[in-house]
């Protein structure tokens, strides 16, 4: 029972979270925008930037939110790293795209 207990609360965590980096904050849509990107295909901030029109700053700051919360993860070091979607935005993403 304990372990049900867990998953659930898990996953009511997990809800919240995703409700207010995509629905619920003015950056959201951005953030909406990359990480359905990055389900395409791994790319660096460069790359995000020119494909979704946005400023490379912009993306830097949406990529740097989402990797603190754990939706993303990073491939490689310094310029060229890749984002990739986390295991945890994974198994969530009927969420993001029902």
């Known amino acids: 029972m304990a372990i049900w207990v867990a998953l659930w609360l898990e996953d009511?965590?997990?809800?919240?979270l995703i409700q207010f980096l995509?629905?619920?904050?003015r950056g959201g849509q951005t953030r909406l925008a990359i990480v359905k990107a990055l389900n395409e295909r791994p790319m660096n901030a460069n790359e995000i930037a020119k494909s979704l029109g946005l400023d490379y700053k912009t993306v830097?700051?949406?990529?740097e939110v989402l990797m603190r919360h754990g939706l993303l993860e990073r491939v490689g070091d310094g310029y060229g790293c890749v984002y990739i979607p986390s295991q945890l935005l994974k198994r969530y993403w009927s969420l993001i795209e029902p």
């Open 12 to 16: 009511r965590d997990a809800r919240r």
């Open 22 to 25: 995509f629905y619920a904050t």
């Open 60 to 63: 830097k700051h949406h990529l």
